[in-house]
């Protein structure tokens, strides 16, 4: 039985994520996944519908205050608030999208963005999103009653189970029926409506299920840093998410983990220069559009389908060479 690349790609990404927390500090391998993952929701949107959201920040932080509330005041275990949040940041994805969809290109994401806006100045009024302290201290209760997430090793691999399932879902969303009518309304709208696709409702479930996975991150980050804050609602959420889809590889299905990878590193390790973080980040951007207009995982795809179909010329003109030579 052959395994394909994709499976061959996913199983050497699962064995790296396995035993990461050997060699690197496990929390932040736990932001790293959590961005990945909204990275990826984010992507599955853009990357596959053509649809830019400026607004995506409400609902992973929206997301983050709903299982944070849930957690801390309502005393729900975590098993069962992450997947509320997920739900709740899904509904709020439908309601949003019905408006949105309505517009499309940068009108489209002009709206997303007044909305996200809105939201922001909510949770900064809301009496039970704590204002600009957020909600502080959120429990790490244990999952299922004995799953101890207050180790940061244990939590580690609690957050890979939610990033692999979501990971899962988004690829064979993709590789579905579905997922190819997306890709259709991506390259040629026009045409797939005169196909007979109700484009509008395409768009609508892709919206939607996109904002539930970013709302899964988004809880799945409050559970893991204990805190849900205006940062995770804020413009420059939405500005982050899109710069790691850009830098990783828009439209590929790793380039979004690739990319939250390289942000989350620099963020990190580059937070002791201050301000001169963004500016690093922006001269990164400039330069991954310039030099790698596909992104760092667009760009390696472009580079070893290039050397394959060489390859594979070389081989079709070998034996008429020997030919003509004879």
Not at 136 to 164: E, S, W
């Amino acid at each position: 039985m052959t395994i394909s690349r994709g499976t061959l790609a996913f199983l050497a990404f699962l064995a790296l994520a396995l035993v990461a927390p050997w060699f690197l500090y496990p929390v932040f391998l736990v932001k790293v996944l959590c961005f990945a993952l909204f990275a990826c929701a984010f992507n599955l949107l853009v990357g596959y519908v053509g649809l830019l959201s400026f607004g995506h920040a409400m609902f992973f932080g929206g997301a983050s205050y709903f299982c944070g509330h849930m957690l801390k005041v309502w005393g729900w275990p975590p098993e069962l608030a992450i997947p509320a949040a997920a739900l709740a940041a899904g509904a709020m994805g439908l309601v949003v999208g019905a408006l949105a969809i309505r517009r499309q290109g940068i009108y489209f994401a002009m709206v997303t963005l007044a909305l996200a806006q809105m939201f922001y100045f909510f949770a900064l009024q809301a009496p039970f999103t704590g204002g600009e302290d957020g909600i502080q201290a959120i429990p790490r209760t244990p999952i299922l009653g004995v799953i101890d997430t207050r180790d940061d090793t244990v939590l580690y691999y609690v957050v890979l189970a939610i990033f692999t399932a979501g990971f899962l879902l988004i690829h064979r969303t993709i590789h579905s029926p579905f997922g190819q009518v997306l890709k259709a309304i991506r390259e040629n709208e026009p045409r797939a409506i005169s196909l007979g696709y109700a484009v509008d409702r395409y768009k609508l479930l892709a919206f939607t299920l996109s904002a539930a996975l970013a709302g899964l991150a988004g809880a799945t980050k409050a559970l893991a840093f204990q805190l849900a804050s205006l940062t995770d609602v804020a413009w420059q959420m939405s500005g982050e998410v899109v710069l790691m889809t850009l830098v990783g590889g828009m439209g590929t299905v790793y380039g979004p983990v690739v990319g939250a990878a390289v942000i989350v590193t620099m963020q990190n390790y580059l937070a002791g220069f201050g301000e001169w973080v963004l500016v690093t980040q922006g001269v990164i951007f400039v330069v991954v559009v310039l030099l790698f207009r596909r992104g760092i995982v667009g760009e390696a795809i472009a580079f070893a389908q290039t050397r394959r179909r060489r390859g594979a010329d070389a081989a079709a003109t070998a034996p008429a060479e020997r030919g003509g030579s004879a």
